[in-house]
């Protein structure tokens, strides 16, 4: 009873359910087309609030580890575990091939230097590649305060020899 594959990767159920939706296009009273489409943008929906919620965390994660200031410390800390959870909780692993850590991370550090410009912070270089792979950032929970001084180990070198962040 049921499909096992629902329970187990909603996303690639999606997406086997609407090929099978439009295999099924013909002389019968089902909308197949629209139908199909329906439910792979199911799917599509929840692979994007992976993504949406890595971007969060990314930015969050950069923010914390570039900027000088003290008190919004610790509310970034709890919107990285937030947005990491919620990553967690929607991932299954048919999205794996869909998602763009590399993307996430762009973005993430052209948001992070929005706000920081909007403080009067100096941005983050650009040549500061993400310290992570999915399946940290997707697996158990992880200690913010050790991620955090990844991203600044990444920024620091980034930034090279002789350099000031200021």
Known sequence: MGDPLY??????????????????????????????????????SELNKVASHLYQALAHLLLAAWSPADTPQGHWQAEIRTHLREARRAYTPGMRQHLDLAREWREARLLANDKLAAHGEPGLPEAVACPFTLDDLLGQPIDVEAAIGRVRAGVDQGLGPHHDRT
Do not use: H, S
């Open 7 to 44: 329970d187990r990767d909603f996303y690639r159920w999606t997406q086997d359910q609407a090929r099978r939706l439009r295999a099924l296009e013909g002389d019968n009273r089902l909308d197949t087309g629209n139908l199909a489409e329906e439910v792979a943008d199911l799917g599509r």
